[in-house]
């Protein structure tokens, strides 16, 4: 039986293949996304983090709520998360390009899903974390944006250029500039992502959690609609 990480990406992968042979280009966020994950747990594999289980953990709910909003989707657009009714809409658009199809998809998942997949896993032990449990939970966190750094390029060759020659163009005129821009607009989304968590969690007031997830899904609307 394969393990919870790889029964995530053997998911990732089987709807790749779909939307491929269906000509769907969603499947350039999600081949992204399988990459990302792909290195992921490799780093887990190889006890790169300080705490391999609670990333593994963190990994499989952040797919989750991917492939729940995915299924809301499918069966009814409006009915999923405004953030990625937009992303869908801007992937599956014939006349956007594949750089914002992947950039909606990336917007969506990290600016809004990473912040409740943060919540769920830190708020039950959070109280109970001593100050240097919870930074080894940042830095883990934080540790991710490297791995994010090593797999762009893969990216870029694997999924971007096949669909998107002048990338090709671009990255030969600027070097690993482009790829330094991408990578370090990344990194800022994830520490407002957990700056934003940090919020979420200093509250129990339902009212004041409704109105700050409320904020950060605008946020990421805004950004969708730049993208887009």
Known sequence: MPTPDLAVASRMAAQIQH??????????????????????????????????????????????????????????????????HSAHDISCAPHTLALQKLMAGVNAHINYDLVLSLVDLLEPEWEDLEADQRTARYNDHCHVNAVIGRTIDAVQDQVLDPVMPIVVLIDELLG?????????????????????????????????????????????????????
Do not use: K
């Not at 482009?178 to 509250?203: C, F, G, K």
């Open 176 to 228: 690993p500039v482009d790829e330094n821009l991408v990578s370090h607009l990344i990194a800022h989304w994830r520490e407002t992502v957990w700056r934003d968590t940090m919020q979420l969690l200093e509250t129990n007031l339902p009212t004041e959690r409704t109105r700050l997830i409320h904020q950060i899904e605008q946020a990421a609307l805004r950004t969708a609609r730049l993208i887009g």
């Open 19 to 84: 939307w491929e042979a269906e000509g769907d280009q969603r499947a350039v966020f999600l081949s992204c996304y399988l990459l990302m994950t792909s290195n992921i747990i490799s780093e887990i594999d190889h006890q790169e983090f300080h705490d391999s289980a609670w990333v593994s953990r963190l990994m499989e709910r952040f797919a989750e709520y991917y492939f729940v909003a995915l299924e809301e989707y499918e069966r009814e657009p409006s009915s999923a998360p405004a953030v990625w």
